[in-house]
């Protein structure tokens, strides 16, 4: 019986390929070449699955141009890269992989916190050009963290494993999010209290940014939401680009609306604003918050184990569209 056909879009653990040849016929992209969308239709033409990560653009004309394709498995939480309406409406399942992640990135958003309220990266530029000559009592003076009220915008599994880190800070955490958790979620994360965004702008002395990516929560944080921060108050984005309005961000920044920003995502990302280059008051990383080996990892084998299922009569555990239930024939 012939396997079916599969595409893996992006270079991938080696040992991940060879267990999924066990099921597919496997064209692999171990080179990681970008590829565009019309060269990304032409490969995933005649599959029956194909493997994701968030760089790929899975627009509703590439589903079209793909009927044969059964299943679309993203190496991600976030989906926004593919069209799902289109997906759904073409019976194809697609799925992600959430909760594996929220522990290592929870770690990230509180490390890209402290080095920010803490001007760790400005600092380390400056004793690298070789400009520390002697100890004064104002070098760097940053932002405390423990004993500051903290406010996350986005309240699902990351951003209450974040709160709950905030215990040992002696933090407050106010949070906004679509619906209130329950009483029970909320005691868990340090005793959140629920807040309109405003007021969580203008109370917080430190915002982290934890929400998905939708048309909704476009520039959820534009010019008009920076302008109501504290200026001593920092911003860490580690969600999605987009969800903050890079172009504002960076004139609070340099105008002092703002202390200063941690930022893993960017809008048009990898070709972030260069601005941002310009500014010492902003910590910069590439999209890494889950970037550790045992998270990848897992992230890589649940993608794998949502295509298997998919692709061999199975119902995938992260599916995103139910009543793409079982693969079409």
Same mark, same amino acid.
């Given at each position: 019986?012939?396997?079916?056909?599969?595409?893996?879009?992006?270079?991938?653990?080696?040992?991940?390929?060879?267990?999924?040849?066990?099921?597919?016929?496997?064209?692999?992209?171990?080179?990681?070449?970008?590829?565009?969308?019309?060269?990304?239709?032409?490969?995933?033409?005649?599959?029956?699955?194909?493997?994701?990560?968030?760089?790929?653009?899975?627009?509703?004309?590439? #589903?079209?141009? %793909?009927?044969?394709?059964?299943?679309? %498995?993203?190496?991600?939480?976030? @989906?926004?890269?593919?069209? *799902?309406?289109?997906?759904?409406?073409?019976?194809?399942?697609?799925?992600?992989?959430?909760?594996?992640?929220?522990?290592?990135?929870?770690?990230?958003?509180?490390?890209?916190?402290?080095?920010?309220?803490?001007?760790?990266? $400005?600092?380390?530029?400056?004793?690298?050009?070789?400009?520390?000559?002697?100890?004064? @009592?104002?070098?760097?003076?940053?932002?405390?963290?423990?004993?500051?009220?903290?406010?996350?915008?986005?309240?699902?599994? #990351?951003?209450?494993?974040?709160?709950?880190?905030?215990?040992?800070?002696?933090?407050?955490? #106010?949070?906004?999010?679509?619906?209130?958790?329950?009483?029970?979620?909320?005691?868990?994360?340090?005793?959140?209290? @629920?807040?309109?965004?405003?007021?969580?702008?203008?109370?917080?002395?430190?915002?982290?940014?934890?929400?998905?990516?939708?048309?909704?929560?476009?520039?959820?944080?534009?010019?008009?939401?920076?302008?109501?921060?504290?200026?001593?108050?920092?911003?860490?984005?580690?969600?999605?680009?987009?969800?903050?309005?890079?172009?504002? *961000?960076?004139?609070?920044?340099?105008?002092?609306?703002?202390?200063?920003?941690?930022?893993?995502?960017?809008?048009? $990302?990898?070709? *972030?604003?260069?601005?941002? *280059?310009?500014?010492?008051?902003?910590?910069?990383?590439?999209?890494?918050?889950?970037?550790? $080996?045992?998270?990848?990892?897992?992230?890589?084998?649940?993608?794998?184990?949502?295509?298997?299922?998919?692709?061999?009569?199975?119902?995938?555990?992260?599916?995103?569209?139910?009543?793409?239930?079982?693969?079409?024939?």
């Amino acid at each position: 019986m012939t396997k079916p056909g599969i595409l893996v879009t992006r270079a991938v653990f080696p040992d991940l390929l060879e267990r999924l040849s066990h099921y597919f016929e496997i064209e692999s992209n171990q080179e990681d070449r970008i590829f565009s969308e019309q060269e990304l239709a032409q490969k995933m033409r005649d599959k029956d699955g194909v493997y994701t990560t968030p760089s790929e653009r899975v627009s509703a004309q590439t #589903i079209a141009a %793909c009927p044969k394709l059964k299943a679309i %498995c993203n190496m991600a939480v976030g @989906y926004n890269n593919i069209d *799902l309406d289109a997906a759904t409406k073409a019976g194809i399942m697609v799925t992600n992989t959430p909760d594996v992640l929220n522990e290592t990135t929870a770690d990230f958003g509180w490390a890209l916190l402290m080095a920010t309220a803490r001007r760790i990266t $400005e600092s380390e530029h400056w004793l690298r050009a070789g400009k520390w000559e002697k100890w004064r @009592y104002d070098v760097f003076l940053g932002a405390d963290v423990h004993g500051t009220t903290l406010g996350i915008i986005g309240m699902g599994r #990351i951003g209450q494993a974040i709160a709950r880190r905030s215990t040992g800070f002696g933090m407050q955490v #106010i949070y906004h999010n679509r619906s209130r958790l329950s009483e029970d979620l909320e005691r868990a994360a340090n005793h959140a209290r @629920y807040v309109g965004k405003e007021d969580l702008l203008r109370n917080a002395d430190h915002v982290i940014l934890v929400l998905p990516y939708s048309a909704a929560s476009h520039h959820t944080i534009a010019a008009a939401e920076l302008a109501l921060m504290k200026p001593t108050a920092t911003l860490v984005n580690i969600a999605r680009g987009g969800i903050v309005d890079d172009v504002a *961000l960076i004139a609070a920044l340099r105008s002092g609306k703002i202390a200063a920003a941690g930022l893993d995502v960017f809008e048009n $990302e990898p070709k *972030l604003h260069p601005d941002f *280059l310009t500014l010492s008051n902003v910590v910069l990383t590439p999209h890494i918050a889950s970037a550790s $080996e045992p998270t990848r990892r897992a992230m890589a084998n649940t993608a794998a184990n949502n295509l298997i299922a998919a692709l061999t009569g199975g119902r995938p555990a992260n599916l995103l569209n139910p009543e793409c239930g079982a693969a079409k024939a």
